[in-house]
């Protein structure tokens, strides 16, 4: 985080948090709410935020607590984030040094460490990382997919095959990613979940609610 952020914190250690004023959409968008209305309306689709500023700052102090409730801490005050997918969303990017393909977070972050993927009935690909829960943006799904293979198998051919038996059967698979960065040089566990199981299997929570007695937004 920001250095004035952290000192406005220890300023001021009491300042309430809030909740239901941002969210991050599925494509990685920070949205604003006016009306701090997002967890009452879980579809509300909010207001682009769009400043490069803005964003960058809120990137920089974006963070977790230890209830799995994601939050852009914003000076002394602290913004709980409604999340509509995962808490980082990742597109696809080639490394400056190998032009090996790598996943970049919404925040800028590079992903240097995937040990399992999730897919869901929706066709939304998750990773665990060292970040934490990643979805893989729709829009570059199908670049990945043109690397990843199944682990029996040479090429990527049969990857759409594995990812239609892992749904149908409710098994896990495994599959091999070795060219892409940070995907381990051994296969991993592509393991079947629902959209409502992720926030289980990978700690965190997409609608963070307030302790009980502390209300709502504000």
Request: glycine share 10%; with cysteine; hydrophobic share 40%.
């Amino acid at each position: 985080m920001d250095e004035q952020v952290l000192a406005a914190m220890a300023r001021w250690p009491n300042v309430p948090a809030v909740y239901g004023w941002l969210s991050l959409s599925e494509s990685g968008q920070w949205r604003l709410h006016p009306q701090g209305d997002a967890l009452q309306h879980p579809d509300s689709r909010g207001e682009d935020i769009t400043s490069p500023q803005i964003l960058a700052f809120m990137n920089r102090n974006y963070g977790v607590d230890d209830q799995g409730r994601w939050f852009f801490q914003n000076g002394p005050q602290r913004v709980y984030v409604r999340l509509d997918a995962a808490p980082y969303v990742a597109h696809t990017t080639s490394s400056s040094d190998t032009d090996a393909m790598k996943l970049r977070t919404h925040t800028g972050l590079d992903v240097r460490d995937v040990s399992r993927l999730f897919l869901d009935q929706a066709g939304r690909l998750y990773a665990a990382t060292e970040l934490g829960c990643v979805l893989i943006a729709g829009r570059d799904l199908p670049a990945l997919l043109e690397l990843l293979k199944p682990a029996n198998a040479e090429s990527s051919d049969g990857i759409h095959e594995a990812l239609e038996q892992c749904l149908d059967s409710g098994s896990s698979v495994q599959v091999w990613g070795a060219g892409i960065q940070g995907f381990p040089q051994e296969p991993i566990i592509l393991q079947p979940c629902s959209g409502v199981e992720i926030e289980g299997l990978l700690g965190f929570q997409r609608l963070p609610q307030p302790p009980e007695g502390k209300g709502g937004a504000a």
